[in-house]
Each structure stands twice: as structure tokens, then as C-alpha cells.
T-cell receptor, first 113, second 113 residues
Framework: KAGVTQTPRYLIKTRGQQVTLSCSPI?????VSWYQQTPGQGLQFLFE???????NKGNFPGRFSGRQFSNSRSEMNVSTLELGDSALYLC????????????FGPGTRLLVL | AQSVAQPEDQVNVAEGNPLTVKCTYS??????LFWYVQYPNRGLQFLLK??????LVKGSYGFEAEFNKSQTSFHLKKPSALVSDSALYFC???????????FGSGTQLTVLP
């Protein structure tokens, strides 16, 4: 079974631009979560989607948004990019969340100049 | 609120020696506990989890972890370390009923040949 895939793997943007990252979960998984990883803050939860609905949201500004499609694929969008948004963005999928294991993709490394 | 602590930023161990990576947690109810490993420029790989039952959990690549409720700990162990085990290790907790997985700050394990 194919794992979680994320595109693109690397991205360079400038301040003020916006960016869209994509995540395809493992086949059959309906829960998709997004995390931001930085050296200073570690792994921080952004949001979780299940059956096209946002179920939970972390403490990030409204510039960070996401959505999930009917095939469970998910996108996250960051508008008005700031230098501090430079990070590795990780997507994880599970069948339904809860006690189930989340399986992570390789991540998208975003550099904001 | 759920939280997890990894008290050691760095652990060094000689190849062939046993290794331990420490993790303590704090939750209000029953915890679901996970260990993940991250290699450079990669996403997180699942190693093992504790949901309920036997306190000793065996996982991938010869790793195991012991759930200790009285000490609120979930230390990761391996009887004989390999150089290839060198990586960043994350402990994570999810309280029963919570939607969000909370990660520790990570422990960099270096196995010296």
C-alpha cells in the first residue's frame, strides 16, 4: 500500500506571497492532520480534517487554512507569508483518528525569503 | 491539557550497548502513547504505541517501550544499539477523547561505532 505523499517536496517563496501544499493520504484513510516543524518550536499541530470537515485546529493565525476533498486528499494554504513560516510541513493520515496510528508523509520544506 | 516531555536533547551510546530514550507525559485521563523516529530530511516513521494492555510494547527495528503509569513514563529502549539507529526520536501523547497528538521536543540519538 502506498504511503502518504506530499507535494511539492521543496518550495521557495518570498514574503507576502501565498502557498498551497498538497497531501494524499494512505488509501482508505479519512483523517488527515497537518503539522509544522521548526528547530525552535518543534512539532506543532495545525489542524485535522475528517470527511471534508475540520475537526480540530491548533493555535495558528488565520493565514493558515486547509481543506479536504471527497477523496480524502488535503491541501493547506498559507497566505501573506512571513519569514517565520519557513518550516517543514508534515501531513499525517489515519483511518479515523483517535487512538489510531498516524502515518506521516515526507514533508514539504518551505523557505520564505 | 495533555503534554509530553523528553528531558534529554541528546543521547550518545556506543554501538552494541543498550539504549534508553526517556519520555514522561501528563494527561487527565487515559493516555495513548507513541514513539516516532525521524531521519534527516524525512518525515516521521512510526515505531510503536501503547493503547492498553501489556505495559511492555514491542515495535519496529527491535525497539520496545515500557508504560509506567505510576511514574507517567514511556521510555524507549533497545537492547543493542546500531549506528543506523542514529536519528531524532519523538514521543507523542494523545489523551483518550482528544483529537490532537502532542509531541515532545525530540531527542537526538547518536550511536558511536
Amino acid at each position: 500500500k502506498a504511503g502518504v505523499t506530499q507535494t511539492p517536496r521543496y518550495l521557495i517563496k518570498t514574503r507576502g506571497q501565498q502557498v498551497t501544499l498538497s497531501c494524499s493520504p494512505i488509501s482508505g484513510h479519512r483523517s488527515v492532520s497537518w503539522y509544522q516543524q521548526t528547530p525552535g518550536q518543534g512539532l506543532q499541530f495545525l489542524f485535522e480534517y475528517f470527511s471534508e470537515t475540520q475537526r480540530n485546529k491548533g493555535n495558528f493565525p488565520g493565514r493558515f487554512s486547509g481543506r479536504q476533498f471527497s477523496n480524502s486528499r488535503s491541501e493547506m494554504n498559507v497566505s501573506t507569508l512571513e519569514l517565520g513560516d519557513s518550516a517543514l510541513y508534515l501531513c499525517a493520515s489515519s483511518f479515523a483518528g483517535g487512538s489510531e496510528t498516524q502515518y506521516f508523509g515526507p514533508g514539504t520544506r518551505l523557505l520564505v525569503l | 491539557a495533555q503534554s509530553v516531555a523528553q528531558p534529554e536533547d541528546q543521547v550518545n551510546v556506543a554501538e552494541g550497548n543498550p539504549l534508553t530514550v526517556k519520555c514522561t507525559y501528563s494527561v487527565s485521563g487515559n493516555p495513548y502513547l507513541f514513539w516516532y523516529v525521524q531521519y534527516p530530511n524525512r518525515g516521521l516513521q512510526f515505531l510503536l504505541k501503547y493503547i492498553t494492555g501489556d505495559n511492555l510494547v514491542k515495535g519496529s527495528y527491535g525497539f520496545e517501550a515500557e508504560f509506567n503509569k505510576s511514574q507517567t513514563s514511556f521510555h524507549l529502549k533497545k537492547p543493542s544499539a546500531l549506528v543506523s539507529d542514529s536519528a531524532l526520536y519523538f514521543c507523542a501523547v494523545r489523551e483518550a477523547g482528544a483529537r490532537q497528538l502532542t509531541f515532545g521536543s525530540g531527542t537526538q540519538l547518536t550511536v558511536l561505532p
